[in-house]
């Protein structure tokens, strides 16, 4: 069972990918793939600590947004 800080991690991720799935390819650029990549390293890293049911990792404050839903125009 998940406790609310879960399902905000697992909401994150689905958010993430969410915006990364509407990226348009003219929108795709190196930057973004390196910056896309880091950023779902860590929301998979997230995701695997709440399957093991390790709390958030101290000094996580990571925004998932590749530029994303948090700051899209």
Known sequence: M??????????G??????????????DM???FYMHCHNELVLALEDLLDVIDGR???????????CGGPATAQ
């Open 2 to 11: 998940t406790d609310d800080r879960d399902d905000e991690r697992v909401r």
């Open 13 to 26: 991720a689905r958010e993430l990918l969410g915006w990364i799935n509407n990226i348009r390819p003219t």
């Open 29 to 31: 650029t190196q930057l």
């Open 55 to 65: 709390p958030k990792r101290d000094g996580d404050d990571s925004d998932p947004d």
